[in-house]
Structures are given as structure tokens and as C-alpha cells.
Nanobody, 124 residues
């Protein structure tokens, strides 16, 4: 049973930074990809960033390129999302996701497993 637990969300002023963590458990994740998605009120869930478990490949949404960085610690089975220069439009519930295909695709249908989400609120 794969379990993904997010942490690190909170309230931050525009221009500030937050680091989200996703602790994965339940199996070996070799060959998997890990990702972050977000969902704002009244909007569909959207792709933010993804990384292969080996760390060899990353993918970012255009809206976060240059501001967010995804990384992973294999020993800790944890994936991070460093978010800098936050904007009010980054406000959303952020979800960690995993897929067994090992692809960093943007569509939600590619992703097998999801965490419960953590709220990020950016004030102007």
C-alpha cells in the first residue's frame, strides 16, 4: 500500500518561500516518478512539477519555472518542492503524487497514487 504524506504548507507573504515535503512509504519506489500538483478553489487540479525517482529527469509547469525546484532524497523516500518568489496565484492545496510508469507527464491520469494535500496560502 503506497502512502504519500505532504507537509510544509502554510501562510506566506508574496515574494516569500516555502518548502513542501512528501514522505513516501509502502514499497520500493525505484522506477517510479514523483510529482506535485495543485488545486485552487473552483479550478481543476493542475500539474506543478515532477521528477523521476532516479532524479535524472524533471518537468515543470511554465507558471513555476525558475521559481520552484523539485528534488528527492532516495534514502529518506522524500520528495521536496522548494517554492520561491511566491505569488498570490500560487495559493492552492498542493498534492504529492506518484506513478509506477516512471514518467513525468502532466496529465493527472498518468498518476496512480495521491496524498491528502497541504494548503499553501500566499497573501498579497
Amino acid at each position: 500500500q503506497v502512502r504519500l504524506v505532504e507537509s510544509g504548507g502554510g501562510l506566506v507573504q508574496a515574494g516569500g518561500s516555502l518548502r513542501l515535503s512528501c514522505a513516501a512509504s509502502g514499497r520500493t519506489f525505484s522506477g517510479y516518478a514523483m510529482g506535485w500538483f495543485r488545486q485552487a478553489p473552483g479550478k481543476e487540479r493542475e500539474f506543478v512539477a515532477a521528477i523521476t525517482w532516479s532524479g535524472g529527469s524533471t518537468n515543470y509547469a511554465d507558471s513555476v519555472k525558475g521559481r520552484f525546484t523539485i528534488s528527492g532524497d532516495n534514502a529518506k523516500k522524500t520528495v521536496y518542492l522548494q517554492m520561491n518568489s511566491l505569488k498570490p496565484e500560487d495559493t492552492a492545496v498542493y498534492y504529492c503524487a506518484a506513478n509506477s510508469r516512471g514518467v513525468t507527464m502532466r496529465g493527472t491520469a498518468w498518476w496512480n497514487y495521491w496524498g491528502q494535500g497541504t494548503q499553501v496560502t500566499v497573501s498579497s
